[in-house]
């Protein structure tokens, strides 16, 4: 298991307060978590805070692996959903 931040809130958490503040739907926000979790895994189970900016920014590099899964609708995640 991930160690956690000391204070810190689970990234799931931060995840979510960030996307009720904007009032996203609740399909919305399952929909956007399924493929933050798929990044994670693409990534090596790493957590984005452990990432370097380019690596979290560079999200055609993650398209690329997945094209016939994810056709245009992972470039219309918003990449600061959780920072």
Not at 29 to 41: A, V
Request: hydrophobic letters at 35%.
């Amino acid at each position: 298991m991930h160690k956690e931040c000391a204070g810190r809130p689970r990234l799931r958490d931060q995840f979510r307060e960030a996307i009720r503040v904007r009032h996203y739907s609740h399909r919305t926000e399952k929909t956007y978590w399924y493929w933050i979790r798929y990044f994670i895994r693409f990534h090596k189970l790493r957590h984005p805070a452990e990432m370097a900016e380019r690596e979290v920014l560079n999200r055609h590099q993650f398209s690329r692996h997945f094209p016939a899964v994810l056709g245009d609708a992972f470039h219309t995640l918003p990449v600061t959903a959780f920072h």
